[in-house]
């Protein structure tokens, strides 16, 4: 896709939400990290859902350890892969302890190293947390970008390096939060409501099918 259409479609995108941010909710720089973690497989409704109370007792690696894997497990058991998470996220706790004063790394690679972190939650947490221009490319982002005409990658790694190379810089701060919204709430993946998308003239899917 040329970058004047590019342009043009987050001109668009971000006109009636010009800073957008996660929909999760959290209290700290750890309680997101923890957040976007659960919400792997998950939507940020029902991980809003299961921190509420979380986040309102136990919102430090040092509390949350305390809490233990067991007592995680009681308070995200209605999220998918509880227990697998409820595992990573007290190994990161005592990590965070040791290695890095109990804060959170805002470092790529050093965020990698973390149980339970792949490069979606790595690049969320440098987005929201630090204002790094990273694009984080969860489930919406990469059927979104794939079906608009913004990137072709098979894999969502492949599709945030062409997102990076294909949208200017001045938009990359929010790129990918103007995506996950769009694909949310109107680029649906069962069924994309194009009669109330604002950028379907732009659409390589919509071109298609129209």
């Given at each position: ?53 979380l986040f309102g007792r136990f919102d430090t690696p040092e509390k949350m350890v305390h809490l233990g894997e067991e007592g995680l497990k009681k308070y ?135």
């Amino acid at each position: 896709m040329e970058k004047p259409i590019v342009d043009r479609i987050f001109e668009i995108l971000s006109h009636k939400n010009q800073n957008p941010t996660t929909e999760l909710i959290y209290k700290n720089d750890f309680t997101l990290l923890v957040a976007v973690i659960l919400s792997a497989q998950a939507t940020d409704v029902s991980v809003n859902v299961a921190t509420k109370p979380l986040f309102g007792r136990f919102d430090t690696p040092e509390k949350m350890v305390h809490l233990g894997e067991e007592g995680l497990k009681k308070y995200i058991k209605s999220i998918g892969l509880f227990n697998h998470k409820a595992k990573n996220i007290i190994s990161l706790c005592n990590l965070l302890i040791r290695h890095y004063d109990s804060r959170v790394p805002n470092n790529f690679e050093a965020l990698l190293q973390l149980p339970g972190v792949g490069r979606k939650t790595a690049n969320v947490v440098l987005n929201c947390l630090f204002n790094e221009p990273t694009i984080a490319v969860d489930t919406h982002v990469f059927r979104v970008a794939k079906r608009i005409g913004l990137a072709k990658g098979t894999t969502p790694e492949k599709v945030e390096s062409e997102l990076l190379e294909t949208i200017d810089q001045k938009w990359s701060r929010y790129a990918h939060h103007w995506l996950i919204l769009h694909g949310r709430y109107i680029c649906k993946a069962r069924k994309p409501n194009c009669t109330m998308c604002p950028i379907k003239l732009y659409c390589a899917y919509y071109q298609e099918s129209g």
